[in-house]
């Protein structure tokens, strides 16, 4: 269920992705004195008739109500802490078969998920490290996270840079989440092919190698590059994906290397056209040894119309090749050691088209607490495989502190 909401997380992680690059966010977040309190929630629905759970034909109906709230809490002016917690509850007419339970043509399913991160400044600089781990939780998955990250800016704060590294430690068995165990299981295959145990191992390790660049070019210009690299092994295939095959009646699971190498590399060009207007372009590259070669290309426009109220429209256009081991249904040959047929892995392009309004007015309104923000943000999402989803999000952001933030 984790793959079948990627295009989800695309779109919300360009609505939330301060937390992550900084440079790359419609809201820029400032600099708190003590508590930022964020409540979000975010809707998502898509369509399509390629579900990879049965073989790549299929709906891909699928529903998402996605609330989060993070707490940001500066203890003094060296240390600070995050706490991230949240749920994705899903509901897919696909996922009907993926665990052990009977259920009706519409099955719901819930990710849970709770991360806490702290920061520290070294004295005496502008140098910042931090550590971070979690847990997230699903019927048939879990992850612990566990990260490092180190940035530093220049006496002037004209230039930033930035580095991290990010572990992820999935145990992909079910029944952690099943009253009757509360404790991990098997591995969940496609009911009809559960008559033996398709793979000898139920983990997966993923491991993120980022860097990040920031630099003031002038008055009105600034870019940062994002190289990184990502190393995953261990159970890459989602195991209730079905695959048949051009015999048109074997039938098997859904089998990918147990390694995978991936390297991504972005641009990002911020242009202050006058007082009221930022034009924010982005380009990402993307190659992985499955065969996937991608780009990826964004300009969000932000538009101040007053002192408290923004617009920003937003497209994003995307194309990849597809993987070595993709073919549609009943089209993969019975030699073939590989074989797949998620049309993620497919060649396909994409755009989104969307809209976002902020309005903050960073009012007082109970002794020291400031209403900062509240923004909407509605994102329209297509690709050429007819898959086709529409998202909307909202966050209030709350400031407890001496002062306003500027």
Known sequence: MKKKILSFGLMLSAFLSYGQRKADSVYKKQKISETDIQVLFSYYNQNGDHSAVTGGIGTEMLHVYAPEVIVNHQVDSLNSY???GGADVITSASADNIDFNKSSASRVDTRSYLNVSYKRKLKGSDTHIGISTGQSL???????PLGFSFDHKN???????????QCYFDDLRWGLLDPDYYHPVTVVYPYELRYKKWFTTYQRYSYNLSFALYQVINRRMQAAIFPE????????TTPFHRVFFNDRYTEKVENLPMQRWKIPLALQLNIFAGNRTI????????WDDFGITAHTFKLEVPVKLSATFTVAP?????TQTAAKYFEPYAQHALDEEFY???YDLSKFNSYELGLSLRYAPHAQFIKKYFFQEVAIRYAYY???????GNMISLVFDINHSGKKSK
């Open 229 to 236: 690299l990502v190393y995953q092994k261990g159970l890459l």
């Open 82 to 84: 995050t706490i991230d």
């Open 340 to 342: 797949t047929s998620d």
């Open 279 to 286: 034009i924010r372009s982005y380009y990402r590259f993307y």
């Open 138 to 144: 699903e019927s048939a998955y879990r992850s612990t």
């Open 155 to 165: 006496t002037a704060g004209s230039r930033e840079i930035a580095a991290s590294v």
């Open 382 to 388: 297509e690709r050429t495989d007819k898959l086709n």
């Open 314 to 318: 937003l497209a994003r256009f995307y």
